[in-house]
Nanobody
Framework: QVQLVESGGGLVQAGGSLRLSCVAS????????MAWFRQAPGKEREFVAA????????RYADSVKGRFTISRDNAKNTGYLQMNSLKPEDTAVYYC???????????????WGQGTQVTVSS
């Protein structure tokens, strides 16, 4: 079992930056793929970015490509999502997820954090 706790959300103006963190405890985080998803009010949860257990295989949603960077530090059991050039449409609750299998859809991931709110003002 893996427990995930996100942090780093907040209120930022358009064009600003935030870095989300996802700290894992429990089973060895380094053997798990990790992803970030987000859910805006009234919308379905959507894929943002994913990374394999080795730190490679980064994939991004088209809407964030070139602005967001996913990374991980297995020594610290922590994953990150660096978000630059934020837009109001990035406003959502951001969730980190982990699973022994790599994937780009939410149903692939068995372990989820509680989410952290990101609000981008115009």
């Amino acid at each position: 079992q893996v427990q995930l706790v996100e942090s780093g959300g907040g209120l930022v103006q358009a064009g600003g930056s935030l870095r989300l963190s996802c700290v894992a405890s429990g089973r060895t985080f380094s053997s798990y793929a990790m992803a970030w998803f987000r859910q805006a009010p009234g919308k379905e949860r959507e894929f943002v970015a994913a990374i394999s257990w080795t730190g490679g295989g980064q994939r991004y949603a088209d809407s964030v490509k070139g602005r967001f960077t996913i990374s991980r530090d297995n020594a610290k059991n922590t994953g990150y999502l660096q978000m630059n050039s934020l837009k109001p449409e990035d406003t959502a609750v951001y969730y980190c997820a982990a699973d022994s299998r790599y994937g780009l859809v939410s149903t692939r991931y068995a372990h989820w954090g509680q989410g952290t709110q990101v609000t981008v003002s115009s």
